[in-house]
T-cell receptor, first 114, second 112 residues
Framework: NAGVTQTPKFQVLKTGQSMTLQCAQD?????MSWYRQDPGMGLRLIHY???????DQGEVPNGYNVSRSTTEDFPLRLLSAAPSQTSVYFC?????????????FGSGTRLTVV | GDSVTQMEGPVTLSEEAFLTINCTYT??????LFWYVQYPGEGLQLLLK?????DKGSNKGFEATYRKETTSFHLEKGSVQVSDSAVYFC???????????FGKGTKLSVKP
């Protein structure tokens, strides 16, 4: 099925460890983004990309890196995990960066940092 | 900066009750407005949208009208069902970058 695929679904990390959250879409969408969802905080934008080779920071970028080498993939890297990064992470994509066309969201990665 | 404020939850209703979830926004210019829904254990899905003042978005019995004069986009449904139990997010799109800015979400529980 076409859509946004996130892996893994669940992950437990120790403080200081690094990891990469994977996001792939097969809809040829130019725009991709990462959000984190925390209780009582809604969704906050971490990083986004309007096309291969182009990335930019969102509201809460500290502690995260991204790259966009292909249209399909937009991985999110945690360089040195901290308990404050415990959250549910969602990847989203849309055509031509047009929110009005609707974002397609992945099913999320639940990350716990201990 | 742009922001969205929606009513605090949780909201608990009986089946067939009337639903209103309030949403107001602050934005420069004229953003597009959205309601997204998140069912348990899933990602967000677009429920409805409106792109200009006085537009009414509707889907699955839900409605919301873009009110520029009150900067509001309240979500309504005349008769809720147990299957409507979910978290509802109001959002606007940032005109400059097209990013979505979300409210904090309102959890709705519908009891039979």
């Amino acid at each position: 099925n076409a859509g946004v695929t996130q892996t893994p679904k669940f992950q437990v990390l120790k403080t200081g460890q690094s990891m990469t959250l994977q996001c792939a879409q097969d809809m040829n969408h130019e725009y991709m983004s990462w959000y984190r969802q925390d209780p009582g905080m809604g969704l906050r934008l971490i990083h986004y990309s309007v096309g291969a080779g182009i990335t930019d920071q969102g509201e809460v970028p500290n502690g995260y890196n991204v790259s966009r080498s292909t249209t399909e993939d937009f991985p999110l890297r945690l360089l040195s995990a901290a308990p404050s990064q415990t959250s549910v992470y969602f990847c989203a994509s849309s055509s031509h960066g047009q929110a009005i066309l609707g974002y397609t969201f992945g099913s999320g990665t639940r990350l716990t940092v201990v | 900066g742009d922001s969205v404020t929606q009513m605090e939850g949780p909201v608990t209703l009986s089946e067939e009750a009337f639903l209103t979830i309030n949403c107001t926004y602050t934005a420069t210019g004229y953003p597009s407005l959205f309601w997204y829904v998140q069912y348990p254990g899933e990602g967000l899905q677009l429920l409805l949208k409106a792109t200009k003042a006085d537009d009414k978005g509707s889907n699955k019995g839900f409605e919301a009208t873009y009110r520029k004069e009150t900067t509001s986009f309240h979500l309504e449904k005349g008769s809720v069902q147990v299957s409507d139990s979910a978290v509802y997010f109001c959002a606007l799109s940032d005109r400059s970058q097209g990013n979505l800015i979300f409210g904090k979400g309102t959890k709705l529980s519908v009891k039979p």
